[in-house]
Nanobody, 116 residues
Framework: QVQLVESGGGLVQPGGSLRLSCAAS????????MSWYRQAPGKERELVAV????????YYADSVKGRFTISRDNAKNTMYLQMNSLKPEDTAVYYCKAVRILTTYWGQGTQVTVST
């Protein structure tokens, strides 16, 4: 059974940090491209960051570049998103996505709220 389980979300003040995790099981994680998306209330889901299978190549949306870092540990079947200098506009549900060949898997999401 394929599972992507996000964790690490929560409430944080502006300027704070959070580390999201995405634990994968039931498919070939190490040969899957992985990414983080987010969806704010009333907005479309948007791409946040992408990492290739070996973690050597990454991509970031302009809105998070320099503040967020995507990484993965293939030995633990886990992907991470380190989020620093958080802003209220980073408030959203964050989802992880896996793509292998022509198959896409999504997690259920974790809520991140940046507020005083």
């Amino acid at each position: 059974q394929v599972q992507l389980v996000e964790s690490g979300g929560g409430l944080v003040q502006p300027g704070g940090s959070l580390r999201l995790s995405c634990a994968a099981s039931g498919f070939a994680f190490s040969s899957s491209g992985m990414s983080w998306y987010r969806q704010a209330p009333g907005k479309e889901r948007e791409l946040v960051a992408v990492i290739n299978t070996f973690g050597h190549s990454t991509y970031y949306a302009d809105s998070v570049k320099g503040r967020f870092t995507i990484s993965r540990d293939n030995a633990k079947n886990t992907m991470y998103l380190q989020m620093n200098s958080l802003k209220p506009e980073d408030t959203a549900v964050y989802y992880c996505k896996a793509v292998r060949i022509l198959t896409t898997y999504w997690g259920q999401g974790t809520q991140v709220t940046v507020s005083t």
